[in-house]
């Protein structure tokens, strides 16, 4: 009987693995077939001469430059507020905080990272409410807007991530150095931060990799299909991800869908990119540190 | 690992001089303030996120309009914001995405740690870890037009469907599922492994009888952390279930999720009556992840390394 199961279960192993292969590799073929033919300059500017394009001096309505400018700008502004307090909040909880205040923060960090991102979303859209009822009528959502909510979805990947890779450290680096004289900021910044910037800087990879995927935060926070390039930071925008949502259910012409396809391409080549590097930079960082880091 | 405490941080303190390490503006108190600061504003963040859905929230339940969001009806040109369709089209959609992954995450987990064979292992192991970096929205682009049509053939309807949502959803959360029973799995004592294979058990059998029991609590968690996974989720449902606010009889019919349902509702514009009832939707989507993360702690299992899955 045991013995039956023990066949059947290494059976079922084999078939799950076989299967979730196929269905990736499905998806895969397909999205390359269907997405291939349409990489190119017309993809990106469509109809638009592509050096105008690119300057922004005549705009792109058939193409998906807008998107990626929109993208790029929301990276750029989630990053510039995310990474400095996600990286500092990650320190100050590997190195000086309190047992107490480990756990307080770490709870509210667990929280924030299971928390589904619509509520970011939601939260934005809440602040836009408030503001018009009170001190600006005429508050809108936009860019800006957008780039904060998206900040607080990778805040928990930043901190968590820079706090795994400091405790990875083995700790005699953290010791020596103070038993040397060093103060805990120089400890911090000449032998712990060098140290350990690897594996921090594959978080903020990761992090970058997921606003630049989101979706449904930025759905409730301004984004729109035919903005066009923004010219402020409360502007509305274009971003990729929500580009193809939009053309999945509102493609009007075969062209339109081959975009969709193209544009699908070019976010998942996107995203491997970043995913890759982090991934890599992970690996160096787990060999030379720490053999029991989460990975393969 | 142990870490260095504040105890041995504080001697390091008294050697330096005073003028590096005394008065209110020395340079190892200020980065001490910005570095606490940093974290608090973090903390506040969930505060701000929690607040201001209590806010708006609010006036439901100081206005008495408790029950017309809890019933059955959604039909907003009338008057009628009722959110239990919603809810229980999430609960229907998540339960039955994680009945379709979990025993597939089970099945990898499998082969990865005894099942499979050596050289096959590795390249498994990176595809799972590849998943998570796949856009949500890829998933759902890709299953618009490969699963959608071929459910309206052979189930008829509009395709956009329960069924269509759920697959999509399970391949969407089976990665953090997987990855955390794998981590649970890595941890098994060596010595008991050691005995194990000394006793003579294949990886199969010491797999199945000694670690898999061994891991009851990663297995919880996978589950757990999967579903809330599922729940968060938005595209996903927006984008394959149809959205339309009932509660479906069928794995062909349409319905409409929580997280779904505060997109539609905010962009739709249908008044701003409708604004409290999404305000309402997502407490209880913030009350559901607090509990599961709670839930989780109490188990204490790892939770989730920064894994992505919630778009």
């Known amino acids: ?296 | 690992m142990t870490v260095p405490d504040d105890h041995s941080l504080n001697l390091a303190w008294r050697r330096r001089s005073p003028r590096q390490v005394e008065g209110p503006f020395c340079r190892e108190k200020v980065v001490r303030v910005m570095l606490a600061g940093a974290m608090l504003s973090a903390a506040l963040g969930v505060a701000a996120i929690l607040g201001f859905l209590a806010y708006f929230a609010w006036p439901l339940v100081a206005g008495g309009h408790l029950s017309q969001v809890f019933s059955w009806h959604w039909q907003p040109v009338r008057g009628q914001f009722g959110i239990l369709p919603m809810l229980a089209g999430s609960l229907l959609l998540t339960l039955s995405a994680v009945l379709a992954a979990y025993p597939l995450a089970m099945g990898l987990c499998g082969f990865v740690h005894g099942a499979g064979r050596g050289p096959w292992v590795r390249p498994v192991l990176a595809l799972i870890h590849f998943m998570t970096g796949i856009p949500t929205v890829v998933y759902g682009f890709v299953s618009v037009f490969v699963l959608v049509p071929r459910i309206r053939q052979w189930l008829g309807g509009t395709g956009y469907s329960w069924l269509a949502a759920s697959l999509t959803l399970s391949l969407l959360i089976l990665p953090t599922m997987v990855l955390l029973i794998h981590t649970q799995l890595r941890q098994t004592d060596s010595r008991v492994r050691l005995a194990a294979a000394a006793l003579g058990l294949t990886p199969v059998q010491e797999l199945l009888w000694v670690r898999l029991p061994q891991a009851s609590q990663g297995l919880w968690a996978a589950l757990i952390l999967g579903w809330s996974r599922a729940l968060g989720d938005t595209l996903i449902a927006l984008m394959l279930s149809g959205n339309a606010p009932q509660v479906p009889q069928a794995v062909a019919d349409s319905l409409r999720a929580l997280t779904a349902h505060i997109a539609l509702v905010v962009a739709t514009d249908v008044g701003s009556a409708a604004y409290h009832s999404i305000f309402a939707c997502g407490l209880i989507l913030f009350a559901i992840s607090a509990a599961v993360n709670l839930t989780l702690r109490r188990l204490q299992a790892p939770v989730a390394a920064p894994h992505h899955t919630h778009g």
Request: glycine fraction near 12%.
């Open chain 1, 1 to 296: 009987m045991a013995e039956r199961l023990e066949r059947l279960f290494t059976g079922f192993a084999w078939s799950a693995v076989l299967g979730l292969g196929a269905v990736l590799a499905g998806l895969m073929i397909f999205l390359v077939q269907r997405g291939l033919p349409s990489l190119g300059t017309a993809l990106f500017f469509g109809s638009t001469p592509v050096a105008e394009g690119l300057m922004g001096r005549l705009p792109v309505w058939d193409g998906i430059w807008p998107a990626c400018v929109g993208t790029f700008l929301l990276v750029v502004l989630a990053s510039l507020i995310a990474i400095p307090l996600g990286v500092a909040g990650g320190v100050y909880l590997a190195v000086y905080a309190s047992r107490r205040e480990r756990r307080v923060y770490g709870f509210l960090v667990d929280l924030l990272a299971g928390m589904p991102s619509i509520l970011m979303g939601l939260f934005g859209f809440a602040l836009i409410l408030l503001l018009r009822k009170t001190l600006l009528p005429s508050a809108n959502t936009g860019l800006l807007l957008a780039a904060g909510c998206l900040s607080l979805l990778v805040l928990p990947y930043l901190i968590m991530t820079t706090q795994t890779a400091l405790l990875g450290l083995p700790s005699a680096l953290h010791l020596t150095g103070l038993s040397l004289g060093l103060t805990p900021w120089q400890n911090l910044s000449r032998v712990l931060l060098p140290a350990a910037g690897r594996g921090i800087m594959s978080g903020v990879i990761l992090a970058v990799g997921r606003a630049a995927e989101d979706t449904a935060v930025i759905l409730l926070t301004g984004v729109v299909a035919n903005a066009g390039l923004p010219h402020s930071w409360t502007d509305r925008f274009e971003a990729l991800p929500f580009t193809i949502y939009y053309l999945a259910a509102e493609h009007r012409s075969a062209a339109e869908l081959d975009r969709g396809f193209g544009t699908a391409l070019v976010l998942l080549g996107l995203t491997a990119l970043l995913f890759l590097w982090a991934y890599g930079l992970q690996r160096t960082f787990a060999r030379r540190w720490d053999r029991r880091v989460n990975l393969p």
